[in-house]
């Protein structure tokens, strides 16, 4: 993530915090359809996860207040999961962007979910869940069930905060 956000003041709760469904339609906003643009419930996951990782890593507050959990293929926030749970997991969610929520997000809330999207939008639903599974927030979260199992544990938001600000910072994160 580039460096030009500034953000580092202690961790706080966020005063415009937005719901989990308000980032997921703003992915959702963002493909083109008419183009053949597409999306899978797997993939929006790791998207959200990422904009909710990478805001906590610079602004020091959640984008939404709901939890994350490490779920199988990667981090699942729940209430998305029963949103789009009628699509399989690589099945392509049917987009319909008269019924999504639009929000007038604040320009650096906007510029980092344009961030988020630029860079890992380009990548298949699998790389990204690959990608988490090599990171110590879903790897801590998980630490001790086994790859295949079911797990409701939450990856925290500390552990979020302290993985991507040290990668964001250039530092090595194991």
């Known amino acids: 993530m580039k460096k030009r956000f500034k953000g580092s003041s202690p961790y706080q709760p966020n005063p415009v915090v937005h719901t989990v469904d308000q980032i997921a339609d703003w992915f959702l906003a963002r493909l083109d359809t008419n183009a053949g643009d597409t999306i899978s419930p797997l993939k929006l996951q790791k998207l959200v996860y ?23 293929h990667g981090p699942v926030v729940p209430s998305l999961y029963q949103r789009f749970k009628d699509n399989c997991r690589d099945c392509l969610i049917g987009i319909n962007t008269n ?66 600000k040290a990668l964001r910072n250039g530092k090595k994160t194991s």
């Open 99 to 164: 019924g999504l929520e639009k929000t007038n997000f604040p320009s650096e809330t906007e510029d980092l979910l344009n961030e988020v999207y630029s860079i890992y939008g380009e990548h298949s639903a699998s790389y990204l869940e690959q990608l988490t599974h090599r990171e110590m927030p879903w790897i801590k979260a998980r630490k001790g069930v086994p790859l295949y199992q079911r797990s409701e544990e939450v990856i925290t938001v500390e552990s979020m905060i302290d993985y991507y």
């Open 50 to 72: 990422y904009a909710q990782a990478w805001h906590l890593a610079i602004f020091n507050q959640p984008l939404f207040n709901e939890p994350i959990q490490a779920w199988v």
